[in-house]
């Protein structure tokens, strides 16, 4: 081979090992911290999670990173106890350093620990934990929600029940925070929908507590009422259970409709099989088959080739949130804690749910609701939704000046 061949040779095998090596970063690394339930009955959802952030950290940093800076992970599990949650922000903030948190699963865990985050100053995203307060009473210049909270789900599913024939009300949710608020949002939308809607008084409807496993007597309780429509707030494990037992108690034979605000999550599909009934309204934050969009369809399938299931809304809201942090600090040139609240203030972001806004005056997220009815199909292990109905995020979320967001 002459001397100029070999010349020749030598600097293409440089090119072609230079597209593929690895991104080179000089400056320092954007640390983000993530807390979610990765232990316990509910990991299922803190592991979606995971698996989403991750994958939208190499993608990123497979780009050049944010600001041509790398972005390193840092996880730590909640257990969905607020003290453990506490002790895992501070750890994260004052020891780890972190320029972001992303994160929590529980709304009583996210209620206790908003203010913490005020005090450290340091940005949260909230992705999937869900009470309105956080992003209404409790607002406050540091923390940020990406997805739908309790009241734009439970809007949409007050507007699919005063569709139906139903006219007395009942609930089963859990005894915290989200349950209760499910239960107060849903009588208060049907109610301005449907004027003659009914609801079961305090003492007659079935709030389980957590950590409640058993659940027939509170399926008895609710089917002796004889309601017309029932409203199920359960969520994970307890809702996993709770439809389980419920197929074996008849509980879905019985003569009223039924809404659960978050059944078609992926985990809980996933768990339940072929055991998950058809032809149950079902509420989600994300459904990987409701948005035609080539952002979505991209997402998706690289989800899948690289974990080989579907993503979760749990999945799709950390990817969301680390994908909204990048596009903040590309806003305003930097990753500085304040500047990064800047750049989310008022951020619009096309995610794989769809357009997303992200409200300045109380940080709230306005991006569209999904609900659909169970069915199976030959082509999923689990049952999908057909139909899907899609609610725009201007026709669910409540005005700033009905969310008690008092921002300072």
């Not at 002459?2 to 400056?27: E, T």
């Amino acid at each position: 081979m002459s001397l100029k061949r070999l010349g020749i040779c030598l600097v293409a095998i440089l090119f072609l090992v230079g597209l593929s090596a690895p991104v080179a970063f000089s400056a320092p690394p954007v640390k983000l911290g993530f807390i979610y339930i990765l232990s316990g009955p509910f990991a299922t959802y803190g592991q979606f999670a995971k698996k989403g952030a991750l994958m939208a950290i190499d993608e990123i940093n497979k780009s050049g990173g944010i600001l041509g800076r790398k972005v390193e992970a840092y996880f730590e599990d909640s257990t969905a106890k607020a003290d453990v949650a506490l002790r895992a922000i501070r750890k994260l903030v004052l020891q780890q350093k972190v320029d972001g948190l992303i994160g929590f699963d529980s709304s009583g865990v996210a209620k206790s620990v908003v203010g913490t985050i005020a005090q450290l100053k340091t940005p949260l995203i909230i992705t999937h934990a869900a009470t309105p307060d956080v992003t209404g009473k409790q607002c406050n210049k540091y923390t940020f929600r990406i997805s739908v909270n309790l009241a734009q789900n439970v809007k949409a599913g007050a507007i699919l029940a005063s569709q139906m024939k139903a006219k007395k009300w009942t609930t089963i949710g859990p005894a915290y925070a989200f349950g209760f608020q499910s239960w107060e949002y849903f009588q208060k939308y049907l109610k301005e929908l449907k004027p003659d809607a009914e609801f079961f008084k305090k003492d007659e409807v079935a709030f389980p507590p957590f950590k409640t496993t058993d659940f027939s007597p509170y399926i008895t309780k609710v089917m002796k009422s004889k309601p017309d429509g029932v409203l199920i707030s359960l969520w994970g494990g307890n809702l996993v259970n709770f439809i389980r037992q419920a197929n074996d108690m008849g509980f879905f034979k019985g003569d009223f409709e039924v809404l659960i605000t978050l059944g078609a999550a992926v985990e809980v599909l996933s768990a339940l099989g072929k055991k998950m009934p058809e032809g149950l309204w079902v509420g989600t934050r994300y459904w990987f088959l409701a948005n035609q969009s080539e952002v979505n369809k991209k997402f998706v399938t690289n989800y899948y080739n690289r974990y080989k299931n579907y993503p979760s809304y749990n999945a799709h809201g950390a990817y969301a949130a680390v994908y909204a942090y990048k596009k903040a600090a590309e806003k305003v040139n930097s990753v500085g804690k304040d500047k990064i609240v800047e750049g989310l203030e008022g951020l619009t972001i096309e995610l794989p749910v769809g357009k997303v806004f992200i409200r300045p005056q109380d940080h709230q997220a306005v991006c569209d609701a999904t609900w659909g009815k169970t069915k199976f199909s030959p082509d999923y292990p689990f049952a999908i939704l057909d139909p899907i109905k899609t609610f725009s995020g201007t026709m669910v979320t409540r005005p700033v000046s009905e969310t008690g967001c008092n921002m300072k």
